[in-house]
């Protein structure tokens, strides 16, 4: 027992030594004010592992599922591989993913953009990858302080923003923009599938009704008009 206290000891040493600051930087909470945040989630602008920056305006009009990950922690495979198939089925019908690798949690991220892309490839990762942000404390990006400050469950008693917990958290955004639900990184991406697809489901439905309304009411224009027109 003393020998693998002793391991588990020095594991954490080293990793302090790697990186001190980051090692506790997410249990840090934050405050932010309205004025600190920007009007709408299409507002951002986030950066791809090649360095190009991208507007979260190019995912208008989308359900999302926005993701902090990490390539080395013991719930990566089980996401990777169920973030594939939630991509395969729903992409099609209006689901992104967006996934942010950070090293916050343990360093379990590789420290250069080359070694994830090369992780990402082996892997045959199907959905959007971004550069890495960190998403607690005081460097938190500015895309997941919005997220947690349009979330109801991620502020605690006292008016900050709760930390995520761990690698792949999820954050699932409707195609308004507007952040709907947080879960923890022990909810796996398929136990959300249907809270997915009725975002999906429900923006199509008032799509559906919009258009027979339009189609209705062009009818009832041409009947009239016929109406009318028989009466001179």
Known sequence: MKFFLFLALLFVLLILQRNPANMFSFFK?????KGELRPSI?????????????????????????????????????HVDQLNQLHDRLNEQGLEILAFPTSQFLN??????CDISSFNDKNKIKYNFFAPIEVNGEN???????????????HDKNG??????????????????????????????LEIEKNITDLLVKCRSRW????????????????????LSGKR
């Not at 995912?59 to 993701?67: D, Q, R």
């Open 208 to 227: 559906t009704n919009s258009v027979f309304f339009i189609l209705h009411l062009v009818l009832v224009m041409v009947v009239l008009f016929h109406s």
């Open 42 to 78: 299409y507002d951002y602008h986030v950066k791809k592992l090649d360095g190009t920056t991208v507007p979260m305006s190019t995912y208008k009009n989308k359900v999302l599922l926005i993701v902090n990950s990490a390539s080395k922690c013991g719930l990566t495979r089980k």
């Open 108 to 113: 379990q991220e590789f420290p250069n953009t």
């Open 160 to 189: 900050q923003l709760e930390n995520i917990g761990w690698n792949f958290g999820k954050f699932l955004v409707n195609r308004s923009g507007n952040v709907v639900s947080y879960f923890s990184p022990r909810t796996y991406p």
């Open 29 to 33: 909470k934050i405050t932010v004010s």
């Open 140 to 154: 938190t990006h500015e895309l997941f302080k919005f997220l947690k400050a349009n979330c109801d469950s991620m």
